[in-house]
């Protein structure tokens, strides 16, 4: 039952390498089905798109759920110098993504680079008063392509128009252990889950109810588990687990959600899962996390479902901006999945 840590940040960075702004979910949704299918799998896609897979196993199922939407912009409208007014799509600020690189995607399937910038760009002909001046999405900052575009007209020749997405670099750096990037929220723990799967078809394990894995595609704009499969008993949701000054939750360790910015996870799964990770020797702290935070769990209670619902997942810094996490809390988050299923 080791965790494959090789094969886990090799499916992380082929995650990471394709844009998947929420909505856009084929190109993501075709690479998982394939990684699926060749572990030994079935897939089975939703109608708005989403992969559900039946991991085996006989009695009272559950769902695990990891998402594979990233936040990121949208084209809201062309500027007369041809640059890109733009807008969020999920919760991504301009102060943690001014000065990245993009990739502006046509609804033709053409991609164009270009970076966030603000406006004026240039620290050395800002004036004083300009310099503290808050980024803001509407007043003061653009994407600037990557192109010979003077006006918009030029920029409407390429292809280019209001409503293209655009997905950030996202930037993977893995060292002494850290893992760095944009969108390990939730790429990370997408990945983890995979490894599980790989793990439970290699070696036999025998689940001790069923099981299936779910991997949504609209967690950042909350309706990513709105659908469950017939008889679902149980959701857990593997999501990261942010840290901050007030937090218990460590980039080494997985943490148990006790509560978040909706409402408390379901007590009696809760304190399973804790079960589970003293008596298998996890190394896990038990967290809460408000005011602006909730998984896909939430989605599929507020859907009106009748489950129970908990979260597990790895501590993770800069959440929705340039996060990191350790490989040592993937780990533990497989760990803690693996006993949980058994």
Same mark, same amino acid.
Not at 7 to 19: E, M
Not at 288 to 293: D, R
């Given at each position: ?36 299918? !060749?572990? %030994?799998?079935? $897939? *089975? +896609?939703?109608?708005?798109? =989403?992969? /559900? ?5 006989? @009695? ?9 939407? !990233?936040? %990121?912009?949208? $084209? *809201? +409208?062309?500027?007369?110098? =041809?640059? /890109? ?5 999920? @919760? ?21 680079? =270009? ?228």
């Amino acid at each position: 039952m080791a965790f494959d840590k090789e094969y886990c940040l090799d499916v992380l960075q082929k995650l990471l390498a394709i844009d998947s702004t929420t909505g856009q979910y084929e190109e993501i949704e075709e690479c998982v089905s394939k990684m699926i299918n !060749d572990l %030994g799998y079935e $897939v *089975r +896609h939703t109608h708005k798109g =989403g992969v /559900l897979v039946d991991l085996g196993g006989e @009695g009272d199922p559950l769902v695990i759920t990891a998402h594979l939407d !990233d936040i %990121g912009l949208m $084209v *809201r +409208h062309i500027n007369a110098d =041809g640059t /890109l007014n733009v807008c969020p799509v999920g @919760g991504l600020y301009p102060f943690y993504c001014v000065m990245e690189n993009v990739r502006v995607h046509t609804r033709d399937g053409k991609v164009y680079s =270009g970076t966030i910038g603000r406006i004026p760009n240039s620290l050395h002909v800002t004036e004083e008063e300009l310099r503290d001046v808050l980024p803001d999405f509407r007043k003061n900052v653009n994407v600037v392509l990557d192109e010979d575009v003077k006006c918009a007209e030029d920029t409407r020749k390429l292809g280019i128009e209001t409503g293209d997405m655009i997905g950030i670099e996202p930037r993977f750096v893995y060292v002494n252990g850290y893992i760095k990037s944009h969108f390990v929220d939730d790429k990370a723990c997408a990945a983890t889950l995979l490894t599980m799967m790989k793990t439970l078809k290699e070696e036999g394990i025998v689940l001790k109810r069923k099981v299936y894995a779910y991997f949504a595609m609209y967690e950042e704009i909350g309706h990513g588990t709105t659908y469950l499969p017939e008889g679902i008993k149980d959701i857990l949701a593997i999501d990261i687990a942010p840290i901050g000054p007030e937090q218990n939750s460590d980039e080494r360790k997985v943490s148990i959600f006790a509560k978040d910015s909706r409402f408390p996870y379901h007590y009696g799964m809760t304190n399973e899962l804790r079960k589970c990770a003293i008596e298998n020797k996890v190394d896990y702290v038990m967290d809460i996390f408000t005011p602006h935070y909730g998984t896909d769990g939430d989605a599929t209670v507020l859907a009106g479902y009748d489950i129970r619902h908990a979260a597990i997942g790895p501590g993770t810094a800069n959440s929705h901006g340039y996060e990191r996490t350790h490989i040592d809390g993937l780990r533990n988050t497989y760990d803690l999945l693996v006993a949980y299923v058994k």
